[in-house]
């Protein structure tokens, strides 16, 4: 069985739909049977799709306005965040849970240097900068 895109209301047949808003999207996955060709359906015969995506996408900056000062993200619900340490740090950012202390931490990232964590709300990192006045931009969706 081909696979055929939905039609939007304006007759356009594609793999990405705008949110409500139309401030993000998503992206219809089909899944298919071990043979790796069929589609899955339902009982009824109906071809199953699951959208992926986000509701959000936010970004924003960490400054450290005192050095080696554990500070949490705000809280925002979320799949994922990248964060990438300012090009200008001249320490380092270190990044860890609400246990984060200068010995124990999760990464540490100097001037350009990122990571991406998959969590569930930017207020679950830590950041602390051994430098006042380094720190990170950080996109979460």
Do not use: Q, W
Request: contains cysteine; glycine residues 8%.
């Amino acid at each position: 069985m081909a696979f055929t895109f939905p039609i939007d209301s304006n007759n356009k047949a594609g793999a990405v739909r705008a949110t409500a808003n139309n401030s993000n999207f998503y992206v219809p996955v089909v899944v298919f049977a071990p043979d790796g060709t069929t589609p899955v359906t339902s009982s009824e015969g109906v071809m199953l799709i699951r959208s992926v995506g986000s509701s959000i996408f936010e970004h924003g900056v960490y400054t450290a306005a005192a050095a080696n000062t554990k500070t949490a993200l705000i809280s925002l619900t979320c799949n994922e965040v990248t964060l990438f340490a300012s090009d200008s740090n001249i320490g380092y950012v270190l990044v860890g849970n609400s246990n984060l202390t200068p010995d124990y931490y999760g990464y540490k990232l100097y001037a350009g240097d990122s990571v991406t964590l998959p969590v569930r709300n930017l207020s679950m990192i830590n950041l602390m900068a051994n430098t006042i006045g380094d720190g990170v931009r950080y996109v979460a969706h």
